[in-house]
């Protein structure tokens, strides 16, 4: 199987005062996690991240039991509390979650530390080589036309790229808020808020308050503007253009519209191992056919080959010769929220980028948890 995996901790906030999205941090996240990530192998950690006024929530059990519900989970998982003024992040609980992971170095001491969301669904069996290239994380990027989404999320993403302009004084190279997790050497997190005190020649948290709380901000932006800029090669970058031919016409304020920044690499059609996923459909929880759907290619295309569960050998049945592997796309590895990667690309390339991580998998013997698989495949 050939993996070699980094010292990484994953950061999950989770907010506790959203009654109808309580669980989606167990049932989308720790749920594809546990299936599909191999945490013993790779020793990943798990960060679930809350506020400090919730420290007494009754809720905290129902975390607990979670990470105990899952061996590799149970000295590998923890919860760890934030306490931060609301005047940082203008009262709103979505500023103040992108606003704790620019400070993310303070709560963990792993080398890399992964973001991920409470929606976050991993799709397949993740290999190192889906996050890490040669020890570097993998940023997976996009590119192409805005102008894709409904007029009030247009606008929101128009500010943020201009206030990512603005604050960092840089253009947006691509979009990184384009794939899960979303990987950074931890060190750099504390450099990026040096770079920025820096410039405006004050403390972070001042910079927050004086000049962003205010307005939509993108961490991911930010993060990602700078790491292409001043520690580029540290990381191996991939961009998919999501609207092919687009000449920048109507190109938003802060987007870079030089073409030549792209290496012909970069365009590599790199699979994506999760999907964002109440921004993939609003079929997919909770939990639906749809939902099930996914797992269910997603296992099938998972190690071990050939399968030895009983269940897997029955309902895998369309992926059973090599040809199978090479020739049926799990479109959804080119998808994420309302853009499809697919788009910017032939079939043929697209298919040859799975079947050689497919190739990658050979001999990979994951311990999926047999309770998983059959309550994936017991559903309609």
Request: hydrophobic share 35%; aromatic share 18%; proline share 6%.
């Amino acid at each position: 199987c050939n993996e070699t995996w980094e010292d990484l901790e994953l950061f999950l906030p989770v907010f506790l005062g959203t009654p109808h999205r309580l669980n989606e941090w167990r049932d989308m996240f720790l749920y594809t996690y546990a299936h599909f990530w191999p945490i013993e192998k790779s020793n990943t950690k798990l960060m679930v991240m809350l506020d400090e006024e919730e420290r007494q929530n009754s809720y905290i059990s129902t975390i607990e039991a979670a990470f105990q519900s899952h061996e590799a989970l149970k000295n590998r998982s923890r919860i760890a509390f934030n306490k931060v003024p609301p005047v940082y992040y203008d009262n709103s609980g979505w500023k103040r979650q992108q606003y704790l992971m620019m400070y993310a170095d303070n709560f963990t001491s792993a080398e890399f530390v992964g973001f991920v969301d409470t929606d976050c669904m991993f799709i397949t069996y993740v290999h190192s080589n889906d996050i890490f290239e040669k020890g570097k994380p993998v940023i997976n990027g996009k590119s192409g036309d805005p102008h894709k989404r409904g007029e009030k999320e247009e606008q929101i993403w128009k500010e943020i790229i201009r206030t990512t302009f603005e604050f960092t004084g840089m253009k947006e190279p691509m979009k990184c808020m384009s794939y899960f997790p979303v990987v950074i050497r931890t060190k750099h997190i504390a450099a990026f808020r040096k770079f920025m005190e820096d410039k405006y020649k004050m403390p972070f948290y001042d910079i927050m308050r004086e000049h962003i709380s205010k307005k939509w901000f993108g961490q991911f932006d930010m993060f990602c503007v700078y790491l292409f800029n001043y520690h580029h090669d540290e990381y191996v970058w991939y961009v998919h253009n999501v609207s092919p031919g687009w000449g920048y016409e109507g190109a938003f304020e802060g987007m870079n519209t030089n073409h030549s920044i792209y290496t012909p690499e970069m365009f590599y059609p790199k699979p994506r191992i999760a999907i964002h996923g109440r921004y993939h459909s609003p079929e997919i929880y909770p939990a639906t056919e749809f939902f099930y759907d996914l797992l269910k290619i997603g296992t099938c295309i998972s190690p071990p080959f050939p399968k030895s569960n009983p269940v897997l050998q029955k309902e895998c049945f369309l992926y059973q010769t090599e040809n199978d592997y090479q020739t049926k796309l799990f479109i959804d590895m080119y998808q994420f929220e309302k853009f499809g990667f697919y788009k910017a690309y032939d079939g043929k390339a697209m298919a040859d980028a799975v079947y050689s991580r497919h190739k990658l998998l050979a001999g990979c013997s994951p311990q999926m948890n047999d309770t998983i698989i059959n309550d994936i495949f017991k559903k309609p």
